[in-house]
């Protein structure tokens, strides 16, 4: 399917060219039609993945000059919570059905890829050295890794509480559970938590972002109250 975006007039800032102004933006077209829950650009083309509390998961390629084409659709039983994209260009989807999808953009052909005791909150593609797997974290208080060539995961940890925001950035990753803890784990030794810490801010965690330069590790991460704090994972880091 294919359609056209509508451009929106308004500028961020007339008079200063150095501001974008809003007329190079692109609205795409059929929407989801219910909540976007989560959005993720391909890494390596002018893909963007949405997922929405109306089951989908839905591609669009965005271009220039206010146009947008629907490249991909993807239904679960359920709400979709979270996107991500593999480098190859497959977007994967974590969803309330409590499963997580792959869907192969190029053919528009997709499947379940890994299976949790509770809807999955959380979905990541991990590039490590030695190859990539796919993370997923759970409502379920577990955190799961998944071969591709495998229908089991290949490692399980538990967490103390629900999943509900996770991210990763060689060689750390980061859960954030609901009762405020944090669990940094050292890909090196992915079943023992490597940290424990406690969210400095007060609600309940939202998101995590792991810091993408490679000399300093580290995460920011939002809670509900509507802030945002920045956590270093080495104590050197703070210096």
């Known amino acids: 399917m294919s359609f056209l975006g509508h451009a929106n007039p308004t500028p961020a800032t ?53 146009q947008s084409q629907g490249k991909a659709i993807h239904q679960h039983a359920g709400p979709v919570l979270s996107v991500c994209w593999s480098r190859d260009g497959k977007v994967f989807s974590g969803s309330v059905d409590n499963t997580a999808a792959m869907l192969d953009v190029s053919t528009g052909q997709a499947m379940q890829v890994a299976q949790h005791d509770a809807p999955v909150k959380a979905v990541k593609w991990v590039d490590t050295p030695s190859g990539a797997v796919l993370a997923t974290g759970s409502w379920d208080k577990t955190v799961k890794y998944w ?66 330069a490679t000399s300093t590790h580290g995460f920011a991460i939002g809670s509900v109250e509507g802030r945002v704090g920045i956590q270093y994972i080495e104590d050197r880091d703070t210096q």
């Open 14 to 66: 007339p008079n200063d060219s150095a501001f974008t102004t809003a007329d190079k933006d692109v609205e795409v077209a059929d929407l989801p039609t219910d909540s976007i829950s989560s959005i993720d650009f391909a890494p390596q083309a002018d893909f963007l993945a949405v997922g929405s509390w109306d089951n989908s998961v839905r591609v669009y390629e965005i271009g220039e000059g206010g």
């Open 147 to 212: 071969d591709m060539r495998s229908p089991t995961p290949v490692i399980t940890v538990n967490l103390p509480e629900r999943c509900y925001a996770f991210d990763a950035q060689f060689p750390f990753v980061v859960a954030g559970s609901a009762d405020r803890q944090i669990q940094v784990f050292n890909l090196a030794n992915p079943q023992t938590p490597y940290k424990t810490l406690t969210s400095p801010l007060h609600g309940l965690t939202r998101v995590i972002s792991c810091f993408t």
